[in-house]
C-alpha cells in the first residue's frame, strides 16, 4: 500500500460522493420547488407534479442514506474498516438502493403522467397507461426483491448471519439496470408520434420536440450506470471502495431524471426573463401554419392541451373556431374541461390555428378587453 500524503487522499472515494450527492439533490430540489411554485400560482397541479414531488421526497431520502454510508466508511477499502462500521455503511447502502428504486419508479411515472395531460388522444392514452402498467408493477417487485435480497434481511447488511439465503445480486442487478433502460427508451418516444403529426414551424416543432427528448441524457446515464455496474462486479470483496463509481451515476441518473422530468414546465419562465413583450395566442380557422395534432378519438384534427398552451404562454384566452362557432375559454377553466368540451360538442370543426401576437406589456389590459 502506498504510503505518504498523496496516499491518504485515496484512502477514501467517501468526499467526492458526499458532494455529488448533495449538489445533484440541492440541484433537483431547485427545479422541482420551481416547477410546483409555477402550478401553485396557475392552480393546475396534476399527478405528475404529486408524483414528481414524491420522487424528490425519495431522492432526498437516497441521498442522506449514502452520506450516512460515507460516514460509516463507505468510500473507504474494506480492510480499512472494523466490523461495525462494515456493518453500519452496508446497512446505509442497503436502505439506498430502496430508495432509489422507488425515485426512478415515481419519476418514470410523473413524465407519462405529463404526456397524458398534455397530449389528449386515444393512442397516448393506450400506450401511456399501457407503460404505466409495466413501469409500476415491474418497479414495485423490484423494490421487494431488493428488500429480500436475503433471508432474513438482516444478512444483507450483517455478514456474521451464517444461515441466510441470498439471491444473485450482479444478476438482479443487471436486469434491474437493462430494464431500466429499455422503459426510458419506450418512454422517450412516447409523444414523437403525436408531435411529429403537429403542422407547425420547422424551428418550432423542432424545439417541441427537444422539450420533451431531453430524457434521453438519463438513458445515457442509465447506461453508463450499468456499464459501471458491471465493472465493479469483479471487486465485490472489496465493495465499499469498488462500488463508489456505479454509486456515484447512480446518484447522477436519479437527480437528473428529475430535472429533465421539470425542464418542459418551467420553460416559460425562462422567456419571462424578457418581460418587454408578452406572447398570446388567437385560435380560428386553419391555414398552413396551423398548430394542432391528430386526436385518434375523432375524426378531425385536434389542439394540444391547455396545460400545454399555458406553459408556452397562453396566460390569459384561448378563442377556438369551428362549427359550432367561437368560443373563448378564460385561464380559470381547467384544461380537461376545456378539451372534454371541445370533444363532446364538436366545436372545433377539425382544425384549429394558432397565432403569435406580440404585445407590449403595458397592453397586454387592453388586448384582453378587444378578445
Known amino acids: 500500500m502506498a504510503t505518504g500524503p498523496e496516499a491518504v487522499v485515496s484512502l477514501s472515494r467517501g468526499p467526492q460522493l458526499f458532494v455529488t450527492s448533495v449538489a445533484m439533490v440541492v440541484l433537483a430540489g431547485i427545479f422541482v420547488v420551481s416547477r410546483l411554485a409555477i402550478r401553485g400560482w396557475t392552480r393546475k397541479f396534476g399527478w405528475d407534479d404529486y408524483t414528481i414531488g414524491a420522487s424528490l421526497v ?131 418516444v412516447l409523444p414523437v408520434r403525436d408531435i411529429a403529426k403537429l403542422q407547425m414551424r420547422l424551428r418550432d416543432k423542432a424545439g417541441l420536440l427537444v422539450a420533451f427528448m431531453l430524457g434521453a441524457f438519463v438513458t445515457v446515464t442509465s447506461i453508463v450506470r450499468v456499464i459501471a455496474v458491471a465493472s465493479s462486479e469483479t471487486n465485490k470483496q472489496d465493495f465499499t471502495w469498488a462500488f463508489v463509481p ?45 398548430r394542432y395534432f391528430t386526436n385518434d378519438s375523432s375524426p378531425g384534427p385536434q389542439p394540444l392541451s391547455q396545460h400545454w398552451l399555458e406553459s408556452e404562454g397562453v396566460t390569459n384566452q384561448s378563442v377556438f373556431a369551428g362549427k359550432g362557432g367561437w368560443r373563448t375559454y378564460g385561464r380559470d377553466i381547467g384544461e380537461e374541461e376545456i378539451m372534454q368540451r371541445q370533444l363532446e360538442n364538436n366545436t372545433l370543426g377539425g382544425i384549429v390555428r394558432m397565432v403569435d401576437i406580440k404585445v407590449p406589456s403595458h397592453l397586454d389590459g387592453v388586448e384582453r378587453r378587444g378578445l
Do not use: M
Not at 419519476?107 to 398534455?118: A, E, F, P
Not at 444483507?156 to 448471519?161: A, G, M, P, Q, V
Not at 454509486?247 to 418581460?275: H, M, Q, Y
Open 246 to 290: 456505479r454509486s456515484t451515476w447512480t446518484l447522477i441518473e436519479a437527480n437528473t431524471g428529475i430535472i429533465c422530468a421539470c425542464l418542459p414546465v418551467l420553460r416559460k419562465p425562462v422567456f419571462d426573463f424578457f418581460p418587454c413583450t408578452t406572447h398570446k395566442r388567437v385560435s380560428y380557422g386553419a391555414t398552413s401554419d396551423s
Open 58 to 188: 425519495f431522492s432526498i431520502a437516497l441521498t442522506t442514506a449514502i452520506c450516512i454510508s460515507v460516514d460509516k466508511g463507505y468510500g473507504q477499502h474494506r480492510e480499512d474498516l472494523t466490523e461495525r462500521a462494515l456493518e453500519a455503511a452496508s446497512k446505509w447502502y442497503y436502505i439506498a438502493q430502496v430508495a432509489y428504486k422507488a425515485e426512478i419508479c415515481l419519476t418514470k411515472v410523473s413524465v407519462i403522467c405529463c404526456y397524458l395531460r398534455v397530449f389528449p388522444g386515444r393512442n397516448i392514452e393506450r400506450l401511456g397507461y399501457g407503460l404505466l402498467v409495466i413501469v409500476v408493477p415491474w418497479s414495485l417487485g423490484s423494490i421487494v426483491a431488493t428488500v429480500l435480497q436475503c433471508i432474513p434481511p438482516a444478512a444483507s447488511w450483517d455478514k456474521s448471519i451464517k444461515k441466510a439465503h441470498c439471491i444473485n445480486s450482479n444478476a438482479f442487478w443487471e436486469a434491474y439496470g437493462v430494464i431500466n433502460i429499455l422503459t426510458d427508451i419506450a418512454i422517450l
